[in-house]
Structure formats: structure tokens, C-alpha cells
């Protein structure tokens, strides 16, 4: 009967937790919905006045649209090109992040409506508990009940590191499969500088190219991780730096831009590519930690718990 009850006890709190967090989610989605959107508008507003047709060219991959906006080698330092190009790249993330969190927002309103209205049974059951424990000394009982509840949210904080740690890992595939793309468009790039023909190119700039779509996929699991870490500093008190991440896309084109106009070469976007991994490395280092010592203290929470149910 305890085992039983014990078990409802902890799936009811988890099912409370989680309404939680998907609202929290949610609202926080809905917000960067909209900021996308307004951003997306001036974006696109922005590209008329410069030049209507930037706007019409398709986007296959990256190297194109340089091709398409900067024009040969020779009219590459167009300083207005560059930005013409910049506003486009930035238009096209923008555009594919409304997309993707119109998405999430369904499916959190999806989940939500799978989640039980459990916060009355919570307090049911755990009177349940205590009267089946029939304990008379009420300041055990209410002693009990309180490190119960506080299990419970121990219980329920480990969840929302495990699932801060499972958006962080994500991201770092994505970072670290455009790590791989770039260091493998560098090795073809030095080769290229040597005259290694149109061949060499062509090999280099298909590396570019899945970069870019890496970067997409990163800047959207970036969004996921700062999301799920919104409410860790509010669970352990700990503030875990996650650095620029809304801006990892920017920050990746501008050095990708630079380093085709000045060097041709990949320089400055891979180390901004590098600089992310390492702040993700970090954040997921405190999450790590965070998570032994949770899981220590509901540890000692539950010794505790069984220390007191076996000496009344």
C-alpha cells in the first residue's frame, strides 16, 4: 500500500511539474514568436528599399546567395554588398525560426492538453500518506509531510536539469557537426589558395554550404537550451552563464562574410562556431554538477524520510 501510494504521490507531483513547465515553455515561445515576427517584417522591409530582388533570389545554400550579392572578387568589397547580404542571411534564420517555433508552440499546447489537473489529488493523497502512517504526534506529522513535498520537488528539479542537459547536448551535435564542416572546408580552402582548381573549390564551398544548414539547426537547438535553462537558476539558486546564444547565427555570418571578402579562408566564423561550444561546454559542466548535487540532497531526503516512518 505505501509502495503504491508513494508511486502516485510521485507521478501526481510530476504531472503538476510538468504543467508547469509547459506553460513556462509556452510562454516563453509565444515571446519569441513574436519578437521573430517583428524582426522579420523590418528584415523584410529592409531588403525592399535596398534592392527588391535580393529578397526573390532562391536560398539553395550559402554560397550561392554570396555569389548571387557580392558578385565577382573584384566587386567583393562592396561595403553595401556586404550588408545587402548580411540582412538576407539574417531574413532567411529569421524566417526559418517563425517557422520552427509556430511548430513548438502547437506541440506544447499538444502536451498540455495531456497533462491532468492533479494539483488537488497532490494534497489528497498526501494526507492519504499520513494517515495510513496514522502518526499522533502532529509536529512528526507535519514534520513528514514537509520533507515529503520537499522530495518531491527534488525529485522533480533533477527532471528539469536531465531535460537542460538533453537541449544542451543537442546543441552541442549541431555545433559540433559545423566545427566538422568548417575545418574540413579550411583543409580543401588551403589547397584551393595553392591552385587546386575548380574541383577543390567546388568540394570547399559544399562545405560551406552544410555549415550553414548545421548553424540553422544550431541556432534553433541554442533557442531550445536557453529555454530549458530559464528555470534552472530559479531551481538551484545558481546562475549558469549561456552566453550569446540568440545571437550565435549573426555572430557566425558576420566572420563567414569577413573571411570570404578579406582572407577566403575560414578563420573568423570558425572560431565564433568554437567560442559557442566552449560556453555551452561550460554551461553543461554546471548542469552536470548541479544535477550530483541534487540528487545527493534527495537522497538524504529520503533516508531521512525512512529514519522517521521506522522509529514511530
Known amino acids: 500500500m505505501h509502495r503504491e501510494l508513494n508511486e502516485r504521490i510521485s507521478y501526481v507531483k510530476e504531472c503538476m511539474e510538468k504543467k508547469n513547465k509547459l506553460n513556462t515553455l509556452l510562454k516563453q515561445t509565444e515571446q519569441d514568436m513574436i ?6 517584417n523590418k528584415l523584410s522591409e529592409e531588403l525592399r528599399k535596398e ?127 559545423t566545427i566538422k564542416e568548417l575545418e574540413s572546408a579550411e583543409g580543401w580552402g588551403i589547397a584551393d589558395m595553392l591552385g587546386g582548381g575548380l574541383i577543390v573549390t567546388a568540394v570547399k564551398y559544399d562545405h560551406i554550404d552544410k555549415a550553414g544548414k548545421y548553424v540553422d539547426e544550431a541556432q534553433r ?24 546564444f540568440e545571437t550565435f547565427a549573426d555572430y557566425f555570418f558576420d566572420g563567414l562574410i569577413f573571411d570570404w571578402v578579406v582572407q577566403s579562408e575560414i578563420g573568423k566564423s570558425l572560431d565564433a562556431v568554437k567560442d559557442t561550444k566552449n560556453q555551452i561546454d561550460k554551461a553543461m559542466s554546471k548542469l552536470y554538477e548541479e544535477k550530483v548535487t541534487e540528487e545527493f540532497m534527495l537522497k538524504q531526503l529520503e533516508e531521512k524520510i525512512k529514519s522517521i516512518i521506522e522509529s514511530v
Open 51 to 177: 534592392n527588391e530582388d535580393v529578397l526573390k533570389l532562391e536560398s539553395a545554400n550559402i554560397t550561392s546567395l554570396f555569389y548571387a550579392i557580392l558578385g565577382t572578387k573584384d566587386e567583393k568589397l562592396e561595403k553595401e554588398k556586404q550588408e545587402v547580404l548580411k540582412a538576407r542571411l539574417k531574413y532567411d534564420q529569421c524566417k526559418n525560426n517563425v517557422e520552427y517555433l509556430a511548430k513548438e508552440s502547437k506541440r506544447l499546447v499538444d502536451e498540455l492538453s495531456k497533462v491532468e489537473i492533479c494539483e488537488s489529488e497532490y494534497e489528497d493523497l498526501i494526507n492519504k500518506k499520513l494517515a495510513l502512517i496514522n502518526l499522533e504526534n502532529k509536529e512528526i506529522s507535519d514534520e513528514l509531510k514537509n520533507i515529503i513535498e520537499r522530495k518531491e520537488s527534488m525529485h522533480a528539479n533533477i527532471i528539469e536539469i536531465d531535460e537542460a542537459i538533453k537541449a544542451g547536448e543537442e546543441a552541442l551535435t549541431e555545433i559540433e557537426n
Open 221 to 244: 537547438a541554442l533557442g531550445r537550451f536557453k529555454r530549458e535553462m530559464s528555470d534552472i537558476k530559479m531551481i538551484t539558486g545558481t546562475e549558469i552563464s549561456i552566453g550569446t
Open 35 to 40: 519578437k521573430e515576427k517583428l524582426l522579420l
